[in-house]
């Protein structure tokens, strides 16, 4: 076949022709669909439940249903949550009502990008799913416990779908050059293994990506006696370096992970999802905000040089800006993640908090009393105040808080660090706790 009969009997791109139209031929996802698992039985016993298939983009959600489409005995709609409306929805469950009155037949209705409905969408299926007249499977790459309404989900049950392994990517791309039916076969194309190896890393599980970079290659590569060859170079400029995907979710997912190493002291971790979130568009100042506050948190007086590294790179970004600024952040991120850690600052905080959120604290004692303004000494304001200064080390035994909270404790030094050296001057008398 020459490259013109391609170009004439291609009407759907090469990643649509390619998709798995059974269980065996599809890739990845072993803990949903391999051998025994549930979802699988269902699939084959036609006995699917309404369900959501949750997962990044490239990784099977809608090949899925698409084998589903293809072996089962029920009817099976697809429709888009973007461009479609309840009106179009109604008409699809009234056939599915005639369809299952009068030839006992069930329908399945896929639904893309699901999480786009809004809730009088979403309250517009929920009886259809009920009653069993539909099937539903939505396909999302957001997730549906977040972005989708609580009504919808309860109703459905959730499989997770996860970027699929280089392997699977592989192998996809190598199915495709090689089927002579629906794929490039017929053109005698040779990859180079560099070049497919430059597919597989770039696309990152993601088979549509791979895909379509091999037909790009395809179409744009001259044609020798010997077939068509793509090289590296080829492989590199039929690909684009990908976008990270970055949703609600993700975003606040990676944002865990963040403060998490931080916490873990785990440098190199705290690095890589730090540089993740400002590749996909983080401000820079929220990475920044998290170290300052993890500095405190999970540092605190162990090392009270982290809160001085921290502010040092909130300054550098103020002062010196992106791209420059980003050393002043790497530098705070790896004191914080390596300082020794205590979280003696935030339990100290809190106890407090809760004691004073109580609202049922004591009088000030007289002694602690304001004197600044006239005739405070005629309310015995200050009265047996002991001045520590007046005292050999500054210190003198003295009670300064109120009634009822003479035996509180909130801040209890850890021993690490710098506050070891602070668990002997707690008590305030040298003595170590």
Known sequence: MSLFDYLGQASRPLADRMRPRTLEEFLGQEHLVGKGRLLRRAIEADQLSSSIFYGPPGCGKTTLAYVISQTTKGHFERLNAVTTGVGEVRAVIQAARDRRSMHAQHTYLLLDECHRWNKAQSDSILPAIEEGVIRFIGSTTENPMVSMTPAIVSRCRVFQFFRLSDANVRQAVKNAISDRERGVGDLNVRVDEDALNHWVQVAAGDVRTALNALELAVLTTPTDRDGLRITRAIAEDSIQKPMMRVDETLYYDMLSAFCKSLRGSDPD????????????????????????????????????????????????????????????????????????????????????????????????????????????????NGEGYLYPHDFPGHWVEQNYLPGGFEDAVYYTPGSLGFEGALRKKKDGNGQEL
Not at 281 to 304: F, M, N, Q, W, Y
């Open 269 to 380: 971790a705290a690095l890589l999802w730090a540089s993740r979130l400002l590749y996909a568009g983080c401000d820079p100042k929220l990475i920044v905000r998290r170290v300052i506050t993890h500095s405190s948190e999970d540092v605190g007086l162990a090392d009270p040089q982290a809160l001085v590294q921290a502010m040092s790179a909130a300054r550098a970004l103020e002062f010196v800006g992106l791209p420059e600024a980003r050393l002043a952040i790497t530098q705070a991120i790896l004191y914080v993640c390596m300082a020794p850690k205590s979280n003696s600052v935030v339990t100290a905080m809190n106890k407090a908090a809760q004691d004073a959120e109580r609202g049922q604290l004591g009088e000030v004692p007289v002694y602690l009393r304001d004197t600044s303004y006239q005739g405070a000494n005629r309310l015995g």
